[in-house]
């Protein structure tokens, strides 16, 4: 059984800062990349970055400049430094880790940008 959680998520104001982390636990057998996700209130989840085990990184386009994705794949751990937050990026934010042919997912964490 794998378990994924995250971290980090909260109330920040336009043009702050947020630092989101993901951890990965268990039977673990390979990491073949990770990734962020999110989902805004009656609207679909979509990708905002992920991470190969290899070191490359995607990005969804309004994210790009703005938020970094790193991660360390021994420990089964993600991170996505957020800068400049908009109140669109208000959103429940969900890790994603591929191992195989399974996906496992986090529970979320709320992140809301509002002044």
């Known amino acids: 059984q794998v378990h994924v959680v995250e971290s980090g998520g909260g109330l920040v104001q336009p043009g702050g800062s947020l630092r989101l982390s993901c951890t990965a636990s268990g039977s673990i057998f390979s990491r073949n990349y990770m990734g962020w996700f999110r989902q805004a209130p009656g609207k679909q989840r979509d990708l905002v970055a992920t991470?190969?085990?290899?070191?490359?990184?995607n990005y969804e386009d309004s994210v790009k400049g703005r938020f970094t994705i790193s991660g360390d794949f021994a420990k089964s751990t993600v991170y996505l430094q957020m800068n400049s937050l908009k109140p669109e990026d208000t959103a429940v934010y969900y890790c994603l880790l591929v191992s195989g042919a399974n996906n496992y997912w986090g529970q979320g964490t709320q992140v809301t940008v509002s002044s």
């Open positions: 991470i190969t085990s290899a070191g490359r990184t």
